[in-house]
């Protein structure tokens, strides 16, 4: 990748960053984790689809042309578990009315749930099919560079979420 590439790439995650970081504070301030996600949640998800893929790009050093192979089908991928994830949200949010609640019918909790599980395996399907994806598209030293990768990524994701968690208030108990 020539030098004007990598400069608008860093430029790129940067811009990503702030945006991130500004989308999740104020979701943190305003709603809590979890808690009516909507468009904003819808949002912020597509903004870390794509930092990962910019990061990405620069952790495995993917050429140009490995660059315009992956980046469409990691696209679509990501578009497709969006899809999955906004009705999923949405049924995780009235699980937890109705568990909160302690008196709701079963029939309306067994289907929640179920609806719950196939989400998250239609999910892990498009995931493997991204992973499958990649194996073909990566040299050996890629995939180990993506593996770490991947590892850091979620790490640093999961230590800003952790750092913005002191400035929200407790998510609320389940009753028992």
């Known amino acids: 990748m020539n030098k004007k590439s990598l400069s608008k790439i860093i430029f790129v995650c940067f811009a990503l960053s702030f945006s991130l970081a500004g989308e999740a504070l104020a979701q943190m301030r305003g709603q809590g984790m979890g808690g009516g996600m909507g468009q904003r949640g819808g949002r912020v998800r597509e903004n870390l689809a794509t930092l990962r893929l910019i990061r990405m790009t620069q952790a495995l050093d993917l050429t ?10 990691i ?17 995780i949010q009235e699980l937890r009315r109705l568990v909160g609640l302690g008196t709701a019918p079963e029939t309306e909790i067994v289907s929640l749930v179920g609806r719950i599980r ?5 999910i892990r399907g498009l995931d493997a ?21 991947q590892i850091d990524f979620y790490r640093a994701l999961e ?6 968690r002191p400035q929200r208030a407790a998510p609320p108990a389940i009753k028992k």
């Not at 140009?64 to 089908?73: L, V």
């Not at 899809?83 to 049924?91: E, G, K, L, V, Y």
């Not at 230590?159 to 913005?164: F, K, R």
């Open 64 to 73: 140009e042309d490995q660059t315009s192979h992956i980046f469409p089908f």
């Open 159 to 164: 230590q800003a979420v952790s750092d913005l």
């Open 75 to 91: 696209n679509k991928i990501e578009k497709e578990k969006l899809a999955i994830q906004r009705p999923m949200t949405a049924d």
């Open 118 to 122: 196939a989400a998250q395996e239609r």
């Open 129 to 149: 099919e991204s992973e499958a994806f990649l194996e073909k598209g990566l040299t050996p030293l890629q995939r180990g560079k993506y593996i770490l990768f």
